[in-house]
């Protein structure tokens, strides 16, 4: 059976990293895994291709006899690797690159081939119609959101939750994926517990993951013996044995107020 994850946070959280790694760890014990990114700057394979690849939406516009692989492209240990694009910086609804994707993918029969893992990468913007797709037409079947322990990527994760909640989406756990804030791990375990769900793994906050961006390459690929990327498996592993899907419980804004100042 397929394991189809929509990872969702706040901009700037580490969603893209933490999605290239988990499919480097995956693709490393030998699953079939398609990354999707559904974000506009396009940056979730990077690490993965090695490079930047074409936009789904910048390639149908600009070539109208496009096949498949003008579409998806391998990456490390075969990752198929997809970015779905969006309209320049001001320009129309960024979400709208997401549903155009999905549906070209869809059409290619892309979802049809031998994959055990699909992973897509969301934007935390589940207010946005396209930012929804992947719960609302029901591509994934399970939602992370990662999080640090700071104010704004935890009122994020709060929205997200009450998006995933109206969609009627399966909230899997919550990914910490630290910055360094004081009583960080306390913090958001006790969100995740609040909001009726768990933290399914932690990753530090360490200089040698974002050297090995630097290098255009995953952590998991570069400094495969490090503890960072053993960090990785252990939350790649955590995933693959969880069956938790919780019974969500968002916090309204007066109440996370009062939450998060309890630590301060």
């Given at each position: 059976m397929i394991k189809k994850i929509a990872i969702y946070g706040k901009g700037g959280i580490g969603k893209s990293t933490t999605v290239a790694n988990l499919s480097a760890v995956w693709a490393s014990d030998d699953l079939n895994c398609l990354v999707i990114g559904c974000d506009p700057k396009?940056?979730?394979?990077?690490?993965?291709?090695?490079?930047?690849?074409?936009?789904?939406?910048?390639?149908?516009?600009?070539?109208?006899?496009?096949?498949?692989?003008?579409?998806?492209?391998?990456?490390?240990?075969?990752?198929?690797?997809?970015?779905?694009?969006?309209?320049?910086?001001?320009?129309?609804?960024?979400?709208?690159?997401?549903?155009?994707?999905?549906?070209?993918?869809?059409?290619?029969?892309?979802?049809?081939?031998?994959?055990?893992?699909?992973?897509?990468?969301?934007?935390?913007?589940?207010?946005?119609?396209?930012?929804?797709?992947?719960?609302?037409?029901?591509?994934?079947?399970?939602?992370?959101?990662?999080?640090?322990?700071?104010?704004?990527?935890?009122?994020?994760?709060?929205?997200?939750?009450?998006?995933?909640?109206?969609?009627?989406?399966?909230?899997?756990?919550?990914?910490?994926?630290?910055?360094n804030v004081d009583n960080e791990e306390q913090i958001v375990n006790d969100f995740a517990k609040r909001i009726g769900t768990h933290v399914v793994g932690?990753?530090?906050?360490?200089?040698?993951?974002q050297n090995a961006e630097l290098n255009a390459k995953t952590v998991v690929e570069k400094y495969p013996e490090s503890p960072e990327a053993q960090e990785y498996r252990d939350l790649a592993s955590s995933i693959m044995a969880n069956e938790n899907i919780a019974e969500l419980e968002p916090m309204e804004d007066e109440e996370f107020e009062e939450f998060f100042r309890s630590y301060m």
């Open positions: 396009a940056d979730t394979t990077r690490t993965l291709y090695g490079s930047r690849i074409p936009t789904v939406v910048s390639t149908i516009k600009n070539n109208k006899n496009y096949e498949r692989d003008d579409l998806v492209f391998k990456g490390f240990k075969d990752i198929l690797c997809v970015e779905s694009g969006g309209p320049e910086p001001g320009v129309g609804c960024a979400g709208r690159g997401v549903i155009v994707a999905m549906k070209r993918l869809e059409k290619l029969g892309v979802f049809d081939e031998d994959l055990d893992v699909v992973v897509y990468d969301v934007l935390g913007d589940v207010v946005c119609g396209g930012f929804s797709v992947p719960l609302r037409e029901k591509y994934a079947d399970e939602v992370l959101i990662v999080t640090s322990g700071e104010y704004m990527a935890l009122y994020a994760a709060n929205n997200i939750v009450r998006g995933v909640k109206k969609l009627k989406g399966n909230l899997s756990g919550i990914i910490c994926n630290c910055r932690t990753i530090h906050r360490s200089n040698l993951i």
